[in-house]
């Protein structure tokens, strides 16, 4: 169960998983789920667990893109009526953002 009440999804749907906190348990619940573990760990872990370098370095690209989009108000709020709208907003955000 996650922290807010919610059921995981199916472990055959659990692909990579992205956490923010660094803990053995969950890190061990997920290995029996089979997902990949791309996370960055406390520094002074005792173990450092071994982790796709690569993989996380477009994680973080990702999670980079998803903070610059969220800079529109009009993404962040999701002030659009229809999904048709919202989602041509994002197209055009994402044209600004990588046009920078």
């Given at each position: 169960m996650l922290r807010n009440g919610q059921k995981a999804p199916p472990s055959n749907k659990?692909?990579?998983?992205?956490?923010?906190?660094?803990?053995?348990?969950?890190?061990?619940?997920?290995?029996?789920?089979?997902?990949?573990?791309?996370?960055?760990q406390h520094p002074r872990r005792t173990k450092p667990l071994p982790f796709d370098a690569e993989m996380y370095k477009w994680r973080h690209l990702i999670e980079n893109f998803f903070c610059k989009l969220k800079e529109f108000k009009r993404i962040a709020m999701r002030a659009d009526k229809t999904d048709k709208s919202f989602a041509a907003f994002i197209h055009l955000a994402a044209a600004i953002i990588s046009s920078r």
């Open positions: 659990i692909r990579l998983w992205v956490i923010s906190f660094d803990s053995n348990s969950i890190i061990a619940d997920l290995d029996q789920r089979g997902a990949k573990i791309v996370i960055s």
